[in-house]
């Protein structure tokens, strides 16, 4: 089993790219998040990078910014690359299955954000006395 969950800010804004010829976007940050116990009275936290993809992705980065609270769900996965000075490279990272935003973005005003979905301003309320439980 492979899983991890985690909760912290964003140390900086997040990197939206797509990939070439699919156009798959991809969204690359940091999550600083806080170590459970103190390390003589001070407040110590590991730096995780995280990788999205597709439409998570784009959210993430329209909207979050540096600082914000944020909780990702994913797995660890390590991979290796060759960098352009001829040295192996290896990279240990979370790719983010699901990412929840606990503080919002970059004005911090949901209000105007826009969702996708209608709004009914016309409902009508449903009486309670008659449910049977």
């Given amino acids: 089993m492979n ?3 985690l909760i ?3 140390t ?7 990939i070439p010829n699919t156009g798959t976007a991809t969204c690359n940050f940091t999550l600083a998040v ?16 995280i990788v999205v993809w597709g439409k998570q992705a784009e959210s993430t980065a329209n909207y979050m910014s540096k600082g914000k609270l944020m909780g990702v769900s994913g797995r660890i996965q390590t991979r290796s690359y060759d960098a352009k000075d001829g040295t192996r490279r290896y990279v240990t990272e979370v790719v983010a ?6 503080e919002w973005g970059k004005d911090s005003n949901i209000e105007n954000v826009d969702f996708g979905v209608p ?3 016309d409902i009508t309320p449903v009486d309670n006395s008659d449910i049977p439980f």
């Fill in 34 to 49: 806080d170590r459970r116990f103190k390390k003589e009275g001070q407040q110590e936290a590991d730096f995780i990078p």
């Fill in 3 to 5: 899983k991890t969950i």
């Fill in 8 to 10: 912290g800010r964003l």
């Fill in 119 to 121: 709004v009914q301003e």
């Fill in 97 to 102: 299955e699901e990412v929840k935003f606990l």
């Fill in 12 to 18: 900086k804004d997040p990197e939206l790219k797509y």
